[in-house]
């Protein structure tokens, strides 16, 4: 055999045994089911069909691992808040934004609820870490709805006295609320009509 192939040989490298997209998608069912600190190594493991060493060195330590099982959950089932911001008016914005949380939250496809919400809830101070990086995704996504509304004023979309700061924050906070509600069993119509009543008392 020449020195070339041998070379190449080892260049190509042992190929994963596992899908790897899939097993992130594992880990955030459990993450979203258990919690951060409810889940276990072992029931990581056993949902992603991986051993320890080959989670360690795809995703990193547990904490990484839940990182990037959350930026999973932005792309996915959280994708309809980003999404909505790109609506032409206001209204619109905050009509996407609560009828995506009542159809994502309550979708039987996956766990209930927002794992960001969630997450956040039922950290411990030895998981302060997690605990602010979920804080600071939530804050960032409300100053995210902060700045549309304060565009949709400068446009005369949104009436000037309304304090543009204020309906980002309470927005924020109904759809967090609709996440507990998911939780406990709350069905998407019964969001929906949650998200009806918001709208009726939104400022056009």
Known sequence: MSVCKKKCRISVGRPRAFDVDNALEQALDVFWRKGYEGTSMADLTQAMGINKPSLYATFGNKEALFLKAIKLYEERPGAFFYSALKQPTAYEVAERILYGAACSM????????????????SCS???????????ELRCEG??????????????????????????????????????????????SEQLKEVAELTLQNFPQ
């Open 125 to 135: 101070e030895e998981s302060d870490s997690v605990k602010k990086a979920l804080i």
């Open 142 to 187: 409300g100053e995210a709805l902060h700045n549309r509304f304060l565009q949709a004023q400068k446009e005369g979309d949104l009436p000037a006295d309304v304090d543009a700061k204020v309906l980002s924050r309470y927005l924020g906070t109904v759809v967090q609320g609709m996440a507990i509600q998911a939780t406990n069993g709350a069905s």
């Open 106 to 121: 309550a979708d039987s496809d996956h766990p209930q609820g927002c794992v960001i919400v969630q997450g956040a809830l």
